[in-house]
C-alpha cells in the first residue's frame, strides 16, 4: 500500500493557494467576534446568577464564572484584524501564497505585541498603554488559558517582560472586556478603510459589512 506524503500533487500546486489576503482575516475575526458576542450573553447572565447567591450567601463554595473562552475567541479577533493591517501594508499581492512564512508576520505564534509594533509603524496607529497591557493578556489567553489546564511548562504559567517584571495577564470583568471590544473594533475600522487599497481584493463592493 502506498504511503500518502502529506503533499499537494505538483501539478495541484501552482492552482491551489493560502487565503491570507485582508479581506479573509477580516471575515474571520467578524465570524470570531460574533461567537464570542454570543458565549459573552451566556457568560453574564452565570455572572448575575454567581453575584446574587453571593450577596445572599458570601460562604458559597460555587466556582467563579469562567470567561476565559469567551476571552479566547476575542484574542483570536484582534490577532486576524492586527495580521490582516499588516498584509495590507505590506503583501503587494496574496493570491499566491504557499506559507504563511512567505508573509513575514512579526513575532512567534500567536504572539500579538510584535505585530502591534509594526503595524504601529506602518499606519501610525497608535497602541495605549493599557492597550499594550490587554493584548498581553489576550496572548496570554491564547496562547493556553483559554484553550488548556496548563501551560506547557511551569514558567510559562505567568508571562514575563524580557525584564523579568510580568505581564498583564488576567483580566477583570466588565471593564477588560469591553476593552478588549473598543480595541477590536478600532482595529476594524482601520482595516475596513484600507481594503480600497488592496491590489487582489476580490470584491470592492459591501460583500463583508454589516
Known sequence: ?????GRIPDHLRERISLG??????????????????????????????FDEKF??????TDDFPDDSVV?????????????GLFVAATATATE??????ELEIPGDPHELEPIADAVERLFTINFSDEERELLQALEHYIRWWGRYPSATHIDNIFPT????????FML???????????????????LVARLVDVPDRPNKTSRWDR
Not at 450577596?55 to 458559597?60: F, K, W
Not at 476571552?71 to 495580521?83: P, R, S, T, W, Y
Not at 499566491?96 to 512564512?101: C, F
Open 71 to 83: 476571552v479566547l475567541l476575542l484574542g483570536f479577533a484582534v490577532e486576524n484584524l492586527l495580521k
Open 96 to 101: 499566491n501564497v504557499k506559507s504563511l512564512k
Open 1 to 5: 500500500m502506498t504511503k500518502r506524503t
Open 55 to 60: 450577596e445572599r450567601d458570601p460562604s458559597i
Open 20 to 49: 491570507v489576503s485582508p479581506d479573509r482575516w477580516l471575515a474571520k475575526a467578524r465570524q470570531l467576534k460574533k461567537s464570542s458576542n454570543l458565549l459573552f450573553v451566556e457568560y453574564e447572565k452565570q455572572q448575575f446568577d
Open 172 to 190: 477583570h470583568y466588565p471593564s477588560d472586556h469591553f476593552g478588549i471590544v473598543a480595541l477590536y473594533d478600532r482595529l476594524e475600522e482601520q
Open 161 to 168: 517582560q524580557d525584564d523579568g517584571k510580568f505581564k498583564k
